[in-house]
């Protein structure tokens, strides 16, 4: 996710106790989201701008903490999230917003600053686990125009990962990683339509084999996801798609753009006068095909549904940062081929303008299903991340 803002400190973990919302939207068919915990930054900070989960280990992207950013390793015992590593880059500066964007997969955490010399961006890749982290390799490229932000969005899928810099016209770029451990660039992914001002990487999806990249602003901002095929340095675009009903200022493709199997998730967050909405599509190769659209129940122009989503299987839980009055999340489940709303959520002390919903991590294992929501703008902008079981 992106950012906005300055500042400081990690003040810690703080308990939230255990509440259970739950809204039924028929009966029979509830479920209830417990808030387990709630993590907080210091002041400005914005801390959850981007968050990524995965099994007992959260990550969180503070990318103005002490002006430079910082990113935080969480883990989950007995209950209790415990802070285990504060990361920086070995050569970040004020400005850099190291945090902008993160990713995690296994031992491998990939990070974006898109500030880092002077906007042109650079992506650092850590691996480790608990306590122990180390930086192995920041990654660089030269992006078309004198500001590219690489790094504005990130991705990673097994020994692939992807880097968007949105700036101009825009371009993703591929790394592999080699049977040494390095991570090389192999290729530059641009669309066959786009031109300056499209946004091209503004989000981006890895999942095996295919890369789907999101430009909002192609289109008079209509927006439009590109799907490449390959592997190494050769990838190939596929298709290109939006929702049925995307016409121009919806801005589709502008959220978190998030695949699992064979599901991509889609954020159109100005859809139908800022309402927003998310699109669920289903397929393969250059084959893809709009399951479904989703939307809030209470949904209301304005609210921005979409601006942070996350599927994992049959669940996906979608932010609505601007609903009043500080931003909440839906879950929903699939049956077959169809999705529904079960519940609908929100941080237990979420108040006026904390965003709740802007950035959403989601975690399955076993039963257990778990969310990260992050609140960059609570309590004047130092932000939170709450936990909940789903």
Same mark, same amino acid.
């Given at each position: 996710?992106?950012?906005?803002?300055?500042?400081?400190?990690?003040?810690?973990?703080?308990?939230?106790?255990?509440?259970?919302?739950?809204?039924?939207?028929?009966?029979?068919? &509830?479920?209830?989201?417990?808030?387990?915990?709630?993590?907080?930054?210091?002041?400005?900070?914005?801390?959850?701008?981007?968050?990524?989960?995965?099994?007992?280990?959260?990550?969180?992207?503070?990318?103005? !903490?002490?002006?430079?950013?910082?990113?935080?390793?969480?883990?989950?015992?007995?209950?209790?999230?415990?802070?285990?590593?504060?990361?920086?880059?070995?050569?970040?500066?004020?400005?850099? &917003?190291?945090? =902008?964007?993160?990713?995690?997969?296994?031992?491998?955490?990939?990070?974006?600053?898109?500030?880092? =010399?002077?906007?042109?961006?650079?992506?650092?890749?850590?691996?480790?686990?608990?306590?122990?982290?180390?930086? /192995?390799?920041?990654?660089?490229?030269?992006?078309?125009?004198?500001?590219?932000?690489?790094?504005?969005?990130?991705?990673?899928?097994?020994?692939?990962?992807?880097?968007?810099?949105?700036?101009?016209?825009?371009?993703?770029?591929?790394?592999?990683?080699?049977?040494?451990?390095?991570? /090389?660039?192999?290729?530059?992914?641009?669309?066959?339509?786009?031109?300056?001002?499209?946004?091209?990487?503004? /989000?981006?999806?890895?999942?095996?084999?295919?890369?789907?990249?999101?430009?909002?602003?192609?289109?008079?901002?209509?927006?439009?996801?590109?799907?490449?095929?390959? &592997?190494?340095?050769?990838?190939?675009? %596929?298709?290109?798609? %939006?929702?049925?009903?995307?016409?121009?200022?919806?801005?589709?493709?502008?959220?978190?753009?998030?695949?699992?199997?064979?599901?991509?998730?889609?954020?159109?967050?100005? !859809?139908?006068?800022?309402?927003?909405?998310?699109?669920?599509?289903?397929? #393969?190769?250059?084959?893809?095909?709009?399951?479904?659209?989703?939307?809030?129940?209470?949904?209301?122009?304005?609210? !921005?549904?979409?601006?942070?989503?996350?599927?994992?299987?049959?669940?996906?839980?979608?932010?609505?940062? %601007?609903?009043?009055?500080?931003?909440?999340?839906?879950?929903?489940?699939?049956?077959?081929?169809?999705?529904?709303?079960?519940?609908?959520?929100?941080?237990?002390?979420?108040?006026?303008?904390?965003?709740?919903?802007?950035?959403?991590?989601?975690?399955?294992?076993?039963?257990?299903?778990?969310?990260?929501?992050?609140?960059?703008? !609570?309590? #004047?902008?130092?932000?939170?991340?709450?936990?909940? %079981?789903?």
């Amino acid at each position: 996710m992106r950012l906005f803002g300055m500042s400081r400190l990690l003040v810690g973990a703080l308990s939230a106790g255990l509440i259970t919302l739950a809204v039924p939207v028929e009966a029979g068919a &509830s479920v209830k989201v417990t808030q387990q915990w709630a993590l907080s930054g210091g002041a400005g900070d914005q801390f959850g701008f981007d968050t990524a989960l995965q099994g007992n280990t959260l990550v969180v992207g503070d990318a103005n !903490h002490n002006g430079s950013g910082a990113v935080f390793v969480y883990t989950h015992t007995k209950s209790v999230w415990t802070k285990e590593a504060t990361l920086t880059g070995k050569d970040t500066i004020a400005g850099d &917003s190291f945090g =902008n964007a993160v990713a995690l997969q296994g031992s491998t955490l990939v990070i974006g600053a898109q500030g880092h =010399n002077g906007a042109r961006g650079s992506i650092y890749v850590f691996t480790g686990s608990g306590k122990s982290w180390k930086q /192995t390799q920041e990654l660089t490229v030269t992006p078309s125009g004198a500001y590219g932000q690489f790094g504005w969005s990130v991705a990673i899928s097994g020994s692939t990962i992807v880097a968007g810099a949105p700036n101009v016209s825009g371009a993703a770029f591929v790394f592999t990683k080699s049977g040494l451990g390095s991570w /090389t660039l192999r290729k530059q992914l641009t669309a066959s339509d786009q031109v300056n001002g499209d946004g091209f990487g503004y /989000t981006e999806a890895v999942n095996g084999s295919t890369i789907f990249v999101g430009s909002p602003y192609h289109g008079a901002t209509a927006g439009e996801v590109y799907v490449f095929t390959g &592997s190494g340095n050769s990838w190939k675009q %596929r298709t290109e798609f %939006r929702g049925k009903d995307t016409v121009a200022s919806d801005n589709f493709g502008l959220g978190e753009l998030v695949a699992s199997g064979s599901d991509v998730l889609v954020a159109a967050p100005f !859809h139908a006068t800022g309402a927003g909405a998310a699109y669920v599509f289903t397929g #393969s190769g250059g084959t893809w095909k709009q399951q479904a659209e989703l939307k809030g129940k209470d949904t209301a122009a304005g609210d !921005h549904f979409g601006f942070g989503e996350a599927i994992d299987g049959s669940t996906i839980v979608i932010g609505a940062d %601007r609903h009043v009055p500080g931003g909440v999340a839906y879950v929903f489940t699939r049956s077959g081929t169809t999705w529904k709303q079960q519940a609908e959520f929100k941080g237990k002390n979420t108040t006026t303008g904390d965003v709740f919903g802007r950035s959403v991590s989601l975690s399955a294992t076993g039963s257990v299903v778990t969310a990260a929501v992050g609140a960059p703008f !609570h309590a #004047s902008n130092a932000g939170s991340v709450y936990l909940f %079981r789903v």
